[in-house]
């Protein structure tokens, strides 16, 4: 999981926009399961390590750029026993690709993710976060997104 002092930087170089975390950055050493996707968990949605697992093996494939995990609003920095403490809220993956929504869909498994499924976003949606990796040209991004 990403350190909370590189966290802190980065917002503090990017106008306090979150970023694109990669999937060690949010998923190495989280164990918070509501994290991302919270009204599925409990209701069918696979563990933290399952999804990563699966978005690992997404990411090494040829027709992908890159995979990252955009944050929620609900991110924050707490206080915790007069520590302070990043609680990361994932809101959804982007996927830089070549392949079709409808092939991504099948290759994640949405109905297993319990996810509402792969969304096709403009690169200037990503405009609101920091961190965002260059997009090939013929690529897309693509969203799995969760209600």
């Known amino acids: 999981m990403i350190e909370l002092g590189t966290f802190k930087k980065i917002l503090e170089e990017n106008e306090e926009r979150f970023p694109l975390l990669t999937l060690d950055e949010f998923f190495n050493g989280n164990t918070e399961e509501d994290s991302i996707a919270p009204n599925q968990w409990e209701f069918g949605r696979p563990t933290l390590s399952e999804i990563w697992d699966i978005l690992q093996k997404i990411e090494l494939m040829p027709n992908i ?12 920095i707490v206080e915790n026993n007069g520590a302070e403490e990043l609680v990361l809220a994932g809101d959804s993956i982007v ?6 929504p409808t092939e991504l869909e ?42």
Not at 112 to 119: A, P
């Open 106 to 147: 099948k290759l994640v498994n949405c109905e297993w993710l319990c996810s509402d499924g792969v969304i096709t976003i403009k690169a200037s949606e990503l405009n609101i976060y920091s961190c965002v990796p260059p997009i090939p040209e013929n690529f897309n991004c693509l969203e799995i997104v969760w209600d």
């Open 65 to 76: 750029a890159w995979v990252r995990v955009a944050l929620h609003d609900d991110t924050e």
């Open 95 to 100: 996927i830089c690709t070549t392949i079709l």
